[in-house]
């Protein structure tokens, strides 16, 4: 008589992925003020009432938790331990569309350098302290206790994420926490204001056009309108992020052009960027450190 065959065991059920508010909750309680995000991790936008600044900007986007706006308003300054806010019923339309959870880095007491590619992390076990580290889809959060100011692009594929900007809530980590080193600080070169008098820069380069860009697949009239409202935005940031946005615009940019055969002038459209952000204040040598670190992420992104 044959053995009877053994049955086989169901596989086990996965483990059921925690609500972004439950989630949240577990944060506010251990002192991490979170906030919800929406798909393509992103905060939820301002509210109606502060279109335009009306509300003086939660004041001025420096103060994170509760404001006079009931619902989730002002993206990072969203960030509260404040479980009665977390809770409210203000709140609960965002928790029904969150799919995942941001918080504050500094509002815990941390900076993270987010590390977005195998060369990021490759360059950080190198060249930075060790710390508790965190996996992304793409690469780490390598996390340091004590507060900076936030800065994008320090580097290829390098942010550093802590006074005023969220981060997306992966899990606790892994490794002991150590102090912020100088290194990391070094990182970050605080991008002036408006500066005052006249602003003094490089020569004007030639401007892009068809010559430098024999290998682009793109209409002279696409690239231009891209470029002009990229431009626009730069030059919006009268006070302050021109250099932020140029780095945007820059790396939005080398994006379209990836598929391209090349060449696609993308130096002579960096030039029109840098331009455009050393007329509103922006440091030359910041501003092509911005846009020089945009291209070069936006031609890696599709790689």
């Not at 065959?5 to 506010?28: D, E, G, Y």
């Not at 076990?125 to 508790?132: D, K, Y």
């Not at 802590?162 to 990391?184: I, K, N």
């Not at 250099?243 to 790396?251: D, I, K």
């Amino acid at each position: 008589m044959a053995p009877a065959r053994k049955t086989a065991s169901p596989p086990a059920p996965a483990r059921p992925q925690r609500p972004p508010l439950s989630t949240a909750l577990n944060l506010a309680v251990q002192g991490v003020p979170p906030l919800p995000l929406r798909a393509g991790k992103m905060p939820f936008g301002n509210c109606p009432r502060c279109t335009g600044g009306a509300c003086g900007g939660r004041p001025n986007m420096k103060n994170p938790g509760p404001c006079q706006c009931p619902a989730p308003c002002h993206g990072w300054a969203a960030a509260t331990t404040d479980t009665r806010v977390l809770t409210s019923p203000a709140w609960a339309p965002a928790w029904r569309e969150a799919v995942a959870v941001g918080y504050h880095p500094a509002g815990a007491g941390v900076t993270v350098v987010d590390l977005d590619s195998p060369t990021a992390v490759a360059w950080a076990r190198e060249t930075l302290p060790a710390t508790r580290t965190v996996p992304t889809t793409r690469g780490e959060h390598w996390i340091y206790r004590g507060v900076m100011h936030s800065a994008n692009a320090v580097r290829p594929g390098v942010d550093i994420k802590s006074a005023m900007a969220y981060a997306r809530w992966l899990g606790a980590g892994t490794g002991p926490l150590t102090d912020l080193p100088q290194v990391v600080r070094a990182l970050a070169v605080r991008e002036d204001t408006t500066v005052s008098g006249p602003v003094v820069s490089s020569p004007p380069r030639a401007p892009w056009s068809r010559s430098v860009a024999t290998g682009c697949r793109h209409t002279e009239r696409f690239v231009r309108t891209g470029l002009e409202h990229g431009l626009a935005r730069v030059r919006a940031r009268t006070e302050s992020g021109a250099g932020s946005q140029a780095f945007g615009v820059a790396r939005f940019l080398a994006v379209q052009h990836t598929d391209c055969p090349g060449p696609c002038g993308l130096e002579a459209l960096g030039e029109e960027i840098v331009a455009a952000a050393v007329s509103v204040g922006v440091p030359e040598a910041y501003a092509r450190r911005a846009v020089a670190n945009g291209l070069d992420t936006g031609q890696g992104a599709a790689a």
